[in-house]
């Protein structure tokens, strides 16, 4: 999935509106949890994530803890990361914050939940 989608997703999951910046790419306005720190707690925060960071095995878990859901999880392995996120701890829970919110959705939409 492409970072694009992964934040249209994300931005979804909390209710953020989406608008176009260009002729081929769309972002939530200001809002990009995939480099900044700060957005992506938020999201975190916002969806009831609970995050794991296992520094031995170079892994994030987030586990979405929601009540009215059974839990599940999501990880990220920072080896299959590329380019500046490999190594990066922070940069790859950021990105397994994302990719929780995004399964958050497709999930509700798999269900027929709202999201």
Request: charged content about 30%; overall charge neutral; proline content about 3%.
């Amino acid at each position: 999935m492409t970072d694009r989608k992964l934040l249209e997703l994300a931005a979804k999951a909390v209710g953020l509106g989406v608008h176009r910046l260009d002729e081929d790419e769309y972002y939530p306005k200001a809002w990009n949890p995939l480099l900044d720190d700060g957005d992506a707690l938020r999201l975190a925060v916002k969806l009831g994530f609970l995050i794991e960071v296992i520094h031995g095995e170079q892994m994030v878990v987030v586990w979405d803890c929601e009540p009215a859901n059974e839990t599940r999880k999501t990880s990220v392995l920072w080896g299959n990361l590329t380019g500046a996120e490999v190594d990066n701890a922070h940069a790859a829970t950021r990105r397994a914050i994302v990719k929780a919110a995004a399964m958050v959705v497709k999930i509700k939409k798999k269900i027929g939940g709202n999201v």
